[in-house]
């Protein structure tokens, strides 16, 4: 039930706020990791006999805010400092993971505000207009189950993928940046100019959804390399990306599982390798357009694993129909 799953919302920060407040931190890890994953279980039951769709916006909701207590907590066994519970709650109406946007109010709003939601408005209508324009008959979507499994069939939803990517993403996410830092909260753009990434490193790192770098640098990266070591780490929290992304794409349509998994295990793979070129002094970045064709085709070609036939056909052509 949709109860069910607002009132895992409001329990999740209120659990985390008091765990995170424990001595142990081995307790708390195991407590924020445990309340996480047992939020997604309940989650997907509570909305098992709703569309695919509102599986998946449960899902991510509670990974959300399950996430943002695993990521306060490492950052409050790093810094010694604690949020107010105002603090915390403003912190969890905002998408980024870096609690410390939350730790300072300025004295005045930042200067850059306003600026901030002229760009996102601005980006989420672009995004409405590429959005309404893709939904339309000329623009060839595959019908059936079957025929949605090619790079063809992933080219022919891109505008369409694209255009609610700038109405989330570029749009809403930078208004609602720009309205915390009118309050005095240093909330920051999440996605950067993607396209001028020059590997994958940058992208991921740097450019595409910082929210969600920070969380597995936070979360799984940092830890991890302190025991493993810097390679195995980077390449855990690949994992651990990839098994996001099943929860997200895969479980709300309960198909194509795998498909995400391997798709961040071959960046993971590929970042290795990028690693290895800037430690030898010879950088993709180095060679003029190599370097974003580089990026481009890791981030293309294998998109028909991340964004597989069910999830096409189950989340996103409904989404067609919406805007005809």
Request: proline share 6%.
């Amino acid at each position: 039930m949709i109860a069910g799953i607002v009132w895992l919302l409001a329990s999740l920060p209120a659990a985390g706020f008091q765990v995170a407040r424990l001595r142990s931190l081995g307790l708390k890890r195991l407590l924020a990791w445990t309340a996480a994953i047992l939020a997604v279980a309940i989650a997907d039951m509570a909305a098992a006999g709703y569309p695919a769709t509102v599986r998946m916006l449960a899902i991510i909701g509670v990974l959300l805010y399950g996430m943002k207590s695993v990521v306060y907590i490492e950052w409050t066994s790093r810094t010694g400092r604690y949020l107010s519970w105002r603090r915390w709650i403003a912190f969890h109406l905002w998408f980024g993971m870096r609690p410390e946007a939350f730790a300072r109010r300025a004295a005045a709003p930042y200067g850059d505000a306003v600026g901030y939601i002229r760009s996102g408005a601005w980006r989420f209508a672009a995004g409405l207009v590429l959005t309404v324009l893709a939904a339309q008959p000329w623009i060839p979507l595959p019908a059936e189950p079957g025929a949605a499994r090619s790079l063809g069939s992933i080219m022919a939803v891109l505008p369409l993928l694209a255009g609610l990517s700038l109405m989330l993403h570029f749009g809403l996410f930078t208004i609602v940046a720009g309205l915390w830092r009118l309050a005095g909260f240093d909330c920051r753009r999440q996605f950067r100019n993607p396209l001028l990434s020059r590997s994958l490193g940058e992208f991921w790192s740097r450019r595409w959804n910082l929210a969600f770098s920070d969380m597995t640098a936070i979360g799984a990266y940092r830890p991890l390399s302190l025991v493993w070591g810097r390679t195995a780490a980077r390449f855990a929290a690949f994992a651990f990306s990839g098994i996001l992304h099943e929860l997200a794409i895969s479980l709300p349509v309960r198909q194509g599982f795998g498909g995400p998994a391997v798709y961040f295990l071959l960046h993971g793979a590929a970042v290795s390798f990028e690693s290895l070129l800037e430690r030898s002094g010879k950088p993709l970045s180095a060679v003029p357009g190599l370097g974003r064709a580089w990026t481009l085709t890791w981030l293309i070609l294998p998109l028909p694993l991340l964004f597989h036939p069910a999830f096409l056909q189950e989340i996103v052509l409904p989404l067609v129909a919406r805007f005809k």
